[in-house]
């Protein structure tokens, strides 16, 4: 059942997962192999996203798919106290409205189980500060889009800094930002996509969740 599951997550078959979910969870399938069967779906996602092999709308569909499944499975992932192990703050910088690449990290992170917190767009460096102090989580993920907007990353990594030092990760992107950069204004990583976005967040944080 969990390896139709994973395959109908792959496939962005939203239909066919909530079913398998549901059929799952009614022969007693441990919440937890549920759970990693839809990270395993999402793992391939990613992995056929960044060879330029699916695109997009295939993600959207995939990630839709896990989070009703996700969603149907909730209640007794509570129950059973799994709960998502790392925490991730997100966001698109003050003055950037951008949020569609910055909203497909958000469910890739949410697809390889993190617990994800998504302030949304044009969020000003002291309102991410202020939700590190308040969400403590493991990782930042910054999105920019315009290369006016991209000096806000700077500025918020130094008001995330001023608040917390260097005890959360950092992370960058959107499509004008680069390595060098992210090097230049002293974050902890940059990826050129949601998937190695995943892969980037996983190395800095030591996260197992694949
Ligand atoms: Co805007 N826009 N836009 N726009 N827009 C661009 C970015 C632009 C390149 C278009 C162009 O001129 N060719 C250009 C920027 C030029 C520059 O600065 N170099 C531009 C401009 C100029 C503007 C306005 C200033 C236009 C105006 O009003 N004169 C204005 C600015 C508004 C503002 O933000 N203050 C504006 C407005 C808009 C809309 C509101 C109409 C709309 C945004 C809607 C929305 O997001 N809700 C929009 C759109 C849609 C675009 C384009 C067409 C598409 C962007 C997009 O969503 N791509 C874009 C041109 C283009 O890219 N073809 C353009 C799809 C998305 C999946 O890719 O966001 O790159 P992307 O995300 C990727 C990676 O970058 C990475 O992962 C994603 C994929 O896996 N990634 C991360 C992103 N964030 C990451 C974070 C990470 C890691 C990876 O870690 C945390």
Redesign the pocket.
Known sequence: MVQSLEEAVKQGIRIAAVKCTQEAMSIDTPPQEILDALVRGMDDVGRR?KINEIF?PE?LIAARAMKESIAILEPVLVEAGIKPEFTAL?G?VQ???????????GM?WKGANFQVIDLG??VPPAKFAEAVLAHKPDV???????????PLMKDTVEAIREKVGDTVKI???????TQDYADEIGAD?????????VD?VRDLIGAQTG
């Open positions: 996203f997009v993600m997100i698109t003055g950037d409205l951008h949020d569609i690449g910055k909203n497909l990290v890739m767009s044009n930042v993920g910054l999105s920019a889009l315009l290369t006016t907007t991209m992370v960058i992107g959107g499509a004008p930002v990583g940059y990826a050129t996509d949601a998937a190695s976005a980037l």
